[in-house]
C-alpha cells in the first residue's frame, strides 16, 4: 500500500500531522530532537502495531495523552483503501476500510521495512534478530506461516510445561505435535530463504562490488537427524533443564563473505552494506511477489553510509516500486537530490511537519 495522505495524532512530539507524501521518496529533515524519527516511528506502528523504540508503546504517546491515533489513505486504487491504527498503551483498535481487524491484517496490508542506526546488529546481535528476519518475510511470502507457527508455539509451550514438571509419560504425543508444526515450519522458512538468496547476492553485489556472499540457514536442530529424532534424543537433556534444547525456535542464519563470517572479518560499513542488502532483498521479494508494495523507513541515512554509498543507495531506490520515507539533519545528508525526479521534501520542527 502506497500512503498518500498520512494523519499522526499524539506520537511523541508530534501532536497532529498530516502529510500528503509522494508516492516513491520522501525526504525528511530537522534538527535533534525535532521529531523525525518520531514521523517514522508512527508509519512503523501503522505497520506493525508496534514501536521500533520501544516494547512499552505507552512511551510512544505524547506526555498528557490518553492515545495515539495514526491513520492513513490510499486513494490511488480504484476503491479508497484506509487504514488506521489508536492504541492507549493496553489495547488495539486496527480499521482496515472502516472494519475492525487484527494486528496480523495490518501487517500483511502495509508491510513496512525499517532500516535505522541500530540495524546493522542483524548480524552480530543474538539469533533473535535473525529469526524475526527470517518470519517477517516467511510471513510476507506465505500466509500459511502465522497459523503455523501458532499451532508451533502451543505445543512448544506444552512441551515445555510438561519439561518443568517432569512429566516425562506424555511427552511423545507432544513431540509428535511439535515435530509435525516444526517441520513445516522449517519448510516454509527454507522456501522463502531459496527466494531470497539471488536477490540478496545480486544487491550485495550492487553495494559491495564483486563480492562472493553467502547465506546459510540453521534449522535449530542436528542437521543429519529429522527433528522427530532430536527431540528423542534430547529427551534426557531437556527433562534436566526443564526447556525443549531444538527445534524452530532455536533457528538462525549466518552471512558470509567469502568463506568467512562476516560478522568477524567485514568492516562495520561493510557489514552495514550487507545488513542494507538483506533488507532490501525482503522488499524486492514482496514487491514482486504480490501485488502489495512495501514501504521502506530509513532513519538516520547519514549515520548509515559514506556519501559514496548513499548515492548508490538512492539510486537503487528510485528503481524500486516501494514508496520511501528516509531522514536526515539536513538535506546535504542525502548527497545530490537532483537526480530524484520524483520526491517531496518535508521540514519538521518541533513536532511540526512543513514543506519547505
Ligand atoms: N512520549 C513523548 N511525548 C512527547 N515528547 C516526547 C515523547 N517521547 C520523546 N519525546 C520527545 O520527542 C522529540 C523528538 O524525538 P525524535 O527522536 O523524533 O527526534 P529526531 O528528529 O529523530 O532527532 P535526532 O536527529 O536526534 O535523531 C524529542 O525531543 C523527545 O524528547
Ligand atoms: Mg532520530
Request: net charge neutral; glycine share 6%.
Amino acid at each position: 500500500m502506497t500512503l498518500l495522505k498520512l494523519d499522526v495524532f499524539a506520537v511523541r512530539n508530534i501532536c497532529s500531522a498530516t502529510l500528503l507524501p509522494s508516492p516513491k521518496m520522501n525526504v525528511i529533515t530537522g534538527a535533534n530532537g525535532s521529531g523525525k524519527s518520531t514521523l517514522l516511528e508512527a508509519i512503523f506502528i501503522l505497520g506493525r502495531a508496534r514501536s521500533f523504540r520501544t516494547h512499552h508503546i505507552k512511551q510512544a504517546i505524547a506526555f498528557d495523552q490518553p492515545e495515539l491515533i495514526v491513520s492513513a489513505q490510499n486513494l490511488s486504487l480504484s476503491s479508497t483503501t484506509t487504514l488506521g491504527i489508536r492504541l492507549d498503551g493496553k489495547h488495539f483498535d486496527i480499521r482496515i476500510d472502516q472494519e475492525n481487524r487484527q494486528k496480523a491484517d495490518l501487517a500483511y496490508a502495509f508491510p513496512v521495512q525499517l532500516i535505522h542506526p541500530k540495524s546493522y546488529r542483524l548480524l552480530d546481535a543474538g539469533p533473535q534478530y535473525r529469526r524475526e528476519f527470517i518470519d517477517w518475510g516467511s510471513f510476507n511470502d506465505d500466509r500459511n506461516f502465522l497459523p503455523q507457527w501458532r499451532l508451533f508455539s502451543k505445543a512448544l509451550q506444552q512441551r515445555n510445561a510438561l519439561l518443568k514438571t517432569r512429566q516425562a509419560h506424555q511427552l511423545d504425543v507432544w513431540d509428535a505435535e511439535l515435530a509435525h508444526y516444526g517441520a513445516q515450519i522449517d519448510q516454509l522458512r527454507k522456501t522463502y530463504f531459496a527466494a531470497l538468496q539471488p536477490l540478496y547476492e545480486a544487491l550485495a553485489d550492487h553495494f559491495l562490488g564483486e563480492s562472493s556472499v553467502a547465506l546459510r540457514f540453521d534449522s535449530g536442530w542436528h542437521r543429519d537427524l529429522s527433528l522427530e529424532q532430536s527431540l528423542k534424543n534430547d529427551r534426557d537433556r531437556d527433562l534436566r533443564y526443564g526447556f525443549t534444547h531444538s527445534g524452530p525456535h532455536r533457528a538462525d542464519f549466518q552471512v558470509y563473505h567469502q568463506n568467512r563470517l562476516a560478522k568477524d572479518y567485514l568492516s562495520r560499513g561493510q557489514q552495514k552494506l550487507l545488513m542494507l542488502a538483506l533488507m532490501l532483498a525482503q522488499v524486492v521479494l514482496i514487491d514482486g511477489n504480490s501485488q502489495r508494495d512495501c514501504c521502506i523507513l530509513i532513519d538516520d541515512l547519514a549515520s548509515e553510509l559514506d556519501a559514496v554509498n548513499s548515492a548508490k543507495l538512492l539510486k537503487y531506490l528510485t528503481h524500486l516500486k516501494s514508496q520511501v520515507f528516509m531522514t536526515g539533519t539536513d538535506s546535504m545528508a542525502f548527497g545530490v537530490l537532483d537526480d530524484l525526479t520524483d520526491y517531496k521534501l518535508f521540514h519538521v520542527e518541533q513536532g511540526r511537519i512543513q514543506i519547505p
